[in-house]
């Protein structure tokens, strides 16, 4: 018998910025799920190089077609966030060995803390592999054109 419930994913991240390599994370994501919330952590002790409320605003134009993707900030523990918006699932994007290793320690952790949520580890694509938000950060703040790596123009003020 096919499982009919409705599976929510939270696609937890500071997304400083949000990349191609997210959105295609993301954009696969859909397939296996029914809605993702790409929920973006505040920490007060960071410096965020772009305020939440802009990076917001550019995930929601990038996905702004797409009805089952819904962005949110959020503060605190991301398993307790998980759980006040009902998400079943963690959604992490995996480019290289290191991050594998970095994401199953959170995911073994997140598991201790709340058994009923699953981690899903997606892949990224050969072509996304070298892009981070660090190295797009560094591109902007050096003033270099960080456009083929955004989903979105940072520069475009109607966002």
Do not use: C
């Not at 134009?61 to 797409?66: E, G, L």
């Not at 480019?95 to 709340?114: G, L, M, V």
């Amino acid at each position: 018998m096919k499982n009919t419930a409705f599976k929510t994913a939270l696609f937890a991240g500071s997304f400083d910025p949000f990349t191609v390599g997210h959105k295609d994370i993301v954009v696969r994501a859909l397939a296996l799920f029914d809605k993702i919330i790409i929920g973006i952590g505040y920490n007060a002790n960071k410096t965020d190089f772009f305020p939440v409320e802009k990076r917001i605003r550019w995930i929601e134009k990038t996905f702004d077609n797409i009805d089952a993707v819904e962005v949110r900030s959020y503060e605190g523990l991301t398993t307790d966030f998980a759980k006040e918006i009902g998400a079943q699932y963690l959604l992490r994007g995996i480019r290289t060995s290191a991050d594998f290793e970095y994401e199953r320690s959170i995911a073994q952790t997140n598991k201790q803390i709340a058994p009923e949520l699953e981690s899903v580890f997606l892949l990224t694509a050969p072509e996304y592999t070298p892009i981070t938000s660090t190295i797009v950060r560094d591109i902007i703040r050096h003033g270099g054109d960080a456009s083929q790596f955004l989903p979105y123009d940072i520069n475009d003020e109607t966002i």
